[in-house]
């Protein structure tokens, strides 16, 4: 089984960053792509950013140009670094992975349980 650990999520006021972290563990043979995606209340799930295994990335038009998404393979752990954050970024947001099980032959869809990020003065 594969387990994702998100970690950083908080308080911060409008115009602040924060940075969350999420690392894969468990019997893990490859993962091929990485990514964030948030929940608002009374909202559905929506994707925030996706990061491949060759590096490639793509972001919600709404936090391009404030948030970065990086990843480091060697440790199967990825980052959302948000900058000058806004009330509407307030949301859970939840890690996930596309990631193959060791003797397994698909790849499947694993999540987090979720940090929460509250933008508030």
């Known amino acids: 089984q594969v387990q994702l650990a998100e970690s950083g999520g908080g308080l911060v006021q409008p115009g602040g960053s924060l940075r969350l972290s999420c690392a894969a563990s468990?019997?893990?043979?490859?993962?091929?792509?990485m990514g964030w995606y948030r929940q608002a209340p009374g909202k559905q799930r929506e994707l925030v950013a996706r990061i491949r295994s060759s590096g490639g990335t793509n972001y919600a038009d709404s936090v391009k140009g404030r948030f970065t998404i990086s990843r480091d393979n060697a440790k199967n752990t990825v980052y959302l670094q948000m900058d000058s954050l806004k009330p509407e970024d307030t949301a859970v947001y939840y890690c996930n992975a596309d990631a193959m099980p060791r003797g397994g032959v698909n790849y499947y869809a694993y999540w987090g349980q979720g940090t929460q990020v509250t933008v508030s003065s």
């Open positions: 468990g019997s893990i043979f490859s993962i091929k792509a």
